[in-house]
């Protein structure tokens, strides 16, 4: 049911705290957003629950298991960047065709990943040519790559195409319509209220409200 759990979270970067004591659950079929301005300590949160770095303190369960002791379950999770960095000089397609040797998936769910991110006619230019809409709708695609039960996104950022925004925004609830769990941040709060089922607004490495996307519309 809870597909992430994490409990009194806290870190710090040499004698500055990022989090201080932050606990967060993400449903499945459910699309859950962390809220917060910049340095907020976000980002933090979201590599401390893939297992990418140690907190201080608490603990952190994904798809029940220990990301620090068990590192298989990152081929369950796609992942999504901040500002995605992918090799200017190859196409969408042989992104996708790359990732998918690392991970051991079968190139034949390619040509489907670029349906579902709307790619397919910009498949085969160089990623030198995307726009930021285009390059995180690859990274999306990549993400997706072997059906992961998690989707994590840090700060997806559509650039300001509307038609792509709108686009991307109905991909991910069907992403999470589909039984998947989806954990997203963003500073965004128009954002978040368009797209998240439920809400944490962190600030200062603290959570300051937690909620359904109601609440929070009602509350701000
Ligand atoms: P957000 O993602 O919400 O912008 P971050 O988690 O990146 O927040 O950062 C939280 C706080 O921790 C910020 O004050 C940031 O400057 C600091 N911080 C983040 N990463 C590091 C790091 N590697 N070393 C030192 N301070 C860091
Ligand atoms: P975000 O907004 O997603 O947190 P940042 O721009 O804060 O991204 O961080 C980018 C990179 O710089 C990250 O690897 C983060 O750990 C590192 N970083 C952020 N703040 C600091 C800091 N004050 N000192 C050292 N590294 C930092």
Redesign the pocket.
């Known amino acids: 049911f809870y597909m992430i759990i994490a409990e009194g979270i806290r870190k710090k ?1 040499g004698n ?1 705290s990022a989090l201080n004591g932050v606990s967060l659950k993400a449903e499945k079929g459910k699309i859950t957003a962390i809220l917060g301005p ?2 907020a300590g ?3 949160l979201i ?1 401390i629950i893939l297992g990418l770095i140690f907190p201080d303190d608490g603990e952190v369960r994904i798809l029940d298991e220990d990301p620090f002791k068990d590192k298989s379950i990152f081929k369950k999770i796609g992942y999504i960047q ?1 500002l995605p960095n992918l090799p200017p000089f190859l196409t969408g397609r042989e992104v996708l065709e790359f990732s998918a040797k690392i991970k051991g998936v079968d190139k034949s769910e390619i040509p489907k990943l670029l349906e579902m991110v709307g790619m397919t006619e910009n498949a085969d230019k160089k990623i030198a040519k995307y726009s930021k809409g285009m390059i995180q709708r690859i990274a999306i695609a990549e993400a997706m790559l072997g059906n992961p039960e998690v989707l994590i996104m ?2 997806p950022n559509m650039g300001t195409d509307p038609v792509l925004i709108t686009n991307f925004r109905n991909m991910v609830k069907n992403i999470a319509k589909d039984g998947r769990t989806v954990l997203m ?1 963003s500073h965004e709060m128009e954002d978040v209220k368009k797209i998240a089922d439920k809400v944490y607004f962190i600030f200062k490495g603290s959570v300051y409200f937690e909620g359904t996307v109601e609440d929070l519309i009602k509350r701000f």
């Open positions: 970067y500055k910049n340095g976000k980002t933090t590599r901040e840090d700060e941040t």
